[in-house]
């Protein structure tokens, strides 16, 4: 079944509801989890409930199991079958949206014609469809889907469904993939947790009191689930690499003219002084590094005329890599989890042969500040009337778009010549300095309790004669400013979890002031104790080949036991 299709009448509360109650009905009876097993709401990890409630058959949990790399081999061996494939994940995402609230659309008839189609085209053939022949990808929402809605958490957008796929779904398709869900996003997908007033909130699998982030949020909490074994999300301030870090997972942030984004949902359309990007999410490094230059091989840029016409090219790394750690972005240091994965890494690069410096991160506040003043140049005006469409309220987080003044051309212009100048001086400090990578934290923090992100910390800037209100976006600090320096970005699990009798705030700790304060004060080590912590390697422009190849040999250093 797909997502009824739901017109856009009555009060946004109303709006909302249908749309809820006509999700939860293209859910296949049979995919229901019942209610006798249920895990209980105080159940906090539900990732190992498929695995331990008896509900899933064993070739249905033997499917799921396996990376998006495994699954290819085996689809293509005939091994398994596409049918049977996409059937198991479609009951998986079901589950996984009943115990976190994780979807927004579902596709559950296309995706079991498309996988029949697949294992029709091998059998009369004997050749793949493609590199990705038969296997389930996921796609946040705002990727049209023909007949889905894109609502990008807009009451406004419930019923306004797409007319065709989007250039990406298109070329996935073209490459083999099956689409079957379409996952939740806050409201505009400006906010750093998944909330918006059409869906409600998106829980974090590996413990439901906390976020799994935002705005790639339904995917990462899917794919955490096992619900997916790879998805697809996007990224104009940390919006794949927050999620990801939140939940344990692997993700890329490509630059932008990498992969296309021709015909997809923007929560603010036309704002181009800082780009959305978009890219994969999966559980290892290796699903990201095929899925990627499965992308690139199948030449997007014949599909979106921004796309760069870069073929992926092989990498030869030095025998030595010179790797500038940022221990702080210089406004929040991280919490103590983080700061061990740092120091742990650290050590065992060292070990394996690299060279490490140290990065002076007394660029990123300029340039998270940039940030924030691109993301409200325009008054917060499009998301506003967005809202206004149906009555809709802003959310709590959203209050820098709800305060903010809008710019004039000429203030615009100048805040992009500033904008370009920072990205000029930050690419002559990093060849000045001779390193290949960047490696600090993804966030400040492994993930916080859920309705952390309660509102936009705002700040007074001077434009012109005008002061404007703009978010400092202390938690997309470490990710935010690499968005507005369009470098390839990479956020990975380091293997290490939250330890509440090692990971507790050193005696020793100076905040580098309020904000740093209050993350750190927030921090519960009983909370945290088990998740995964991560951390993010940085690469300049248009190097997602070497950033990926980087990673591997960090991920190398973090496995050995010397």
């Known amino acids: 079944m797909a997502t009824p299709v739901v017109a856009a009448s009555g009060s946004w509360e109303q709006i909302g509801a249908k749309k809820r109650e006509a999700l939860m009905s293209s859910i296949p009876q049979e995919w229901r ?6 895990p209980p709401v105080t159940q906090d990890d539900v990732t190992d409930w498929p695995d331990t409630s008896g509900w899933f058959t064993p070739d249905e949990l ?18 398994f079958k596409s049918e049977d494939v996409a059937k198991a994940f479609c009951k998986r995402a079901a589950a996984a949206h009943q115990l976190t609230n994780c979807l927004s659309e579902t596709c559950f008839d296309r995706a079991i014609a498309t996988a029949r189609a697949r294992d029709e085209h091998l059998a009369r053939t004997g050749k793949l469809v493609g590199p990705l022949h038969g296997l389930p990808i996921s796609l946040k929402d705002n990727f049209n889907l023909k007949g889905l809605d894109a609502t990008v958490g807009f009451s406004s957008h419930v019923g306004d469904a797409a007319k065709s796929d ?44 906390t976020t799994s982030g935002g705005s790639s949020g339904g995917e990462s909490a899917l794919i955490a689930m096992r619900g997916s074994p790879l998805g697809v999300g996007s990224d104009i301030g940390g919006s794949l690499r927050i999620p990801a870090a939140c939940t ?22 036309g704002q181009e002084a800082v780009q959305s990007v978009n890219g994969p999410m999966a559980r290892s490094l290796t699903d990201i590094e095929f899925y990627s230059k499965s992308v690139v091989d199948e030449r997007p840029w014949l599909r979106d005329p921004r796309c760069v016409p870069l073929p992926w090219q092989p990498v030869e790394l030095p025998t030595k890599l010179k790797i500038a750690v ?12 983080v700061i061990r994965a740092l120091r742990v890494t650290v050590d065992k690069l060292r070990d394996a042969g690299h060279e490490i410096v140290e990065w002076d991160p007394v660029d990123q506040k300029e340039g998270v500040v940039l940030l924030g003043r691109m993301f409200v140049a325009d008054g917060g005006t499009a998301i506003r009337k967005e809202l206004e469409r149906t009555g809709e309220p802003f959310r709590p987080e959203m209050l820098a778009y709800e305060t903010a003044t809008e710019l004039g051309t000429y203030d615009m212009w100048r805040l992009q010549s500033e904008r370009t100048e920072f990205q000029n001086r930050y690419l002559d400090r990093w060849n000045s300095a001779g390193i290949d990578a960047i490696l600090c934290p993804t966030i400040p923090f492994n993930t916080v309790k859920s309705g952390s992100f309660k509102h936009g910390k705002l700040s007074g800037w001077r434009q012109g004669t005008v002061t404007v209100a ?3 976006l202390d938690k997309v600090a470490y990710t935010g400013v690499f968005n507005v320096l369009d470098y390839s970005s990479l956020s990975f699990a380091t293997g290490l979890t939250v330890d509440k009798n090692i990971d507790t705030l050193d005696s020793a700790y100076e905040a580098l002031g309020d904000v740093c304060k209050a993350v750190n004060e927030e921090y519960d080590a009983d909370m945290m104790d088990g998740l995964p912590i991560s951390l993010q390697l940085v690469a300049r422009r248009l190097e997602e080949e070497k950033v990926l190849a980087m990673g591997k ?6 496995s050995s036991n010397t």
Do not use: C
């Open 553 to 558: 040999l960090v991920l190398e250093a973090l």
């Open 33 to 38: 989890i019942p209610a006798g097993l249920l």
């Open 62 to 79: 033997a499917i799921t199991s396996l990376t998006a790399s495994e699954l290819v081999a085996k689809l293509a061996s005939g091994e």
């Open 470 to 472: 703009v978010l400092t």
């Open 166 to 209: 989007s250039a990406l779904a298109e070329l996935l398709e073209s490459a083999g993939a099956v689409f079957y869900v379409k996952t939740n996003v806050p409201t505009a997908m400006m906010i750093a947790e998944t909330v918006n007033n059409v869906f409600g909130r998106t829980l974090n699998p590996k413990h439901r009191q």
């Open 248 to 269: 344990g997972l692997f993700t890329l942030r490509p630059s932008a003219g990498r992969f296309p984004v021709r015909h997809t949902r923007s929560g603010m359309p």
């Open 326 to 337: 940022m221990w702080h972005d210089g406004m929040v240091q991280p919490t103590p989890p």
